[in-house]
């Protein structure tokens, strides 16, 4: 499955964005989907994820509350809403498909190209 993602920018300090991640090549709903993170110098960090239905979804305790992922499988498309942003949020962002229920990245198959996200103070 290929995976591209867009949606990134600049915001200040308690803005919001909104993230898609667009699915091609093979059938979008077979797959989990996360949101990862990287920030200049750290490893990459789990964000989000949604099971295959978007009956079930997982955050990180850093975004919970503030962030929500969803998925339109009718679209081949995954959201992260991002809402109350803060500069520590700041990272270039990644969607990212697996066959089962995942949180580090090294479990994940397919990676989209990133999107970067800068909150300013």
């Known amino acids: 499955v290929q995976l591209q993602a867009s949606g990134g920018g600049l915001v200040q300090a308690g803005g919001s964005l909104r993230l898609s991640c667009a699915a091609s090549?093979?059938?979008?709903?077979?797959?989990?989907m996360g949101w990862f993170r990287q920030a200049p110098g750290k490893e990459r960090e789990f964000v989000a994820g949604?099971?295959?239905?978007?009956?079930?979804?997982y955050y990180a305790d850093s975004v919970k509350g503030r962030f929500t992922i969803s998925r339109d499988n009718a679209k081949n498309t995954v959201y992260l809403q991002m809402n109350r942003l803060k500069p520590e949020d700041t990272a270039v962002y990644y969607c990212?498909?697996?066959?089962?229920?995942?949180?580090?990245?090294?479990?994940?198959?397919?990676w989209g190209q990133g999107t970067q996200v800068t909150v300013s103070s």
């Open positions: 090549g093979r059938t979008f709903s077979n797959y989990v």
């Open positions: 949604i099971n295959w239905s978007g009956g079930m979804t």
């Open positions: 990212a498909a697996n066959n089962g229920v995942a949180t580090k990245y090294y479990e994940y198959d397919y």
